[in-house]
């Protein structure tokens, strides 16, 4: 599936990044297993204990080396909880 965010945090889920601006891809980036394999473990234990922590991210793992946490106010959703959009 393809996911559309401004979020830069979210590009650890991701098995490649696309970066745009102004309508154009500027880059294209395989994201490294191993940063994903971590940004999911460390959602999973923020979603099993209610904690939001940064994740153990490095430079070089994917990402400019910034370390991003999911936020407390996150809300875990099912796709049931969206309606069809109308078009």
Same mark, same amino acid.
Do not use: I, L, P
């Given at each position: 599936f393809v996911m559309v965010t401004h979020d830069v945090a979210l590009?650890?889920? *991701?098995d490649r990044v696309v970066q745009m601006r102004?309508?154009?891809v500027v880059d294209i980036a395989e994201v490294p297993q191993e940063t994903? @394999?971590? !940004?999911?473990?460390v959602l999973k234990e923020q979603? !099993? @204990?209610g904690v939001s922590k940064p994740p153990p991210y490095r430079e070089g793992s994917g990402g400019a080396g910034e @370390?991003? *946490?999911i936020p407390s106010s996150t809300t875990i959703r099912q796709p049931s909880d969206y309606? *069809? *959009?109308a078009y």
């Open positions: 590009r650890h889920y *991701a102004d309508g154009k994903k @394999t971590n !940004a999911r473990q979603v !099993a @204990t @370390t991003h *946490a309606r *069809a *959009a």
